[in-house]
């Protein structure tokens, strides 16, 4: 099992940059692709990026496309989400997840494909 704990989310205007950091214990994190989801008001968890147990592979969603980027450091066991000229619509809760499997070299992108999730951080972005 492995345990995630978000942090960095904040209040922000638009335009300005953001990194989230997801700290993991329990079994290494290196074992799991990880992802990160948001989930906005009324509306369902939405995947964000993903990155593979080597961390040679990413994905993101189209929206996110060339503004954020996600990284391990497997050292410090954290994954990270840096958000780069952040939008109104970026504003959501989110979460970090981990996904045991064989995905050394894929990116998961389905909730269901992730069986661990951390709690939250929530991103509020200002026009």
């Known amino acids: 099992q492995v345990q995630l704990v978000e942090s960095g989310g904040a209040l922000v205007q638009a335009g300005v940059s953001l990194r989230l950091s997801c700290a993991a214990s329990?079994?290494?994190?290196?074992?799991?692709?990880m992802g990160w989801f948001r989930q906005a008001p009324g509306k369902e968890r939405e995947f964000v990026a993903a990155i593979s147990r080597s961390g040679g592979s990413t994905y993101y969603v189209d929206s996110v496309k060339g503004r954020f980027t996600i990284s391990r450091d497997k050292t410090k066991n954290t994954l990270y989400l840096q958000m780069d000229s952040l939008k109104p619509e970026d504003t959501a809760v989110y979460y970090c997840a981990a996904a045991p499997g064989t995905y050394y070299s894929s990116t998961p992108y389905l909730p269901a494909d992730y069986a661990y999730w951390g709690q939250g951080t929530q991103v509020t972005v200002s026009s």
């Open positions: 329990g079994r290494t994190s290196s074992s799991y692709a």
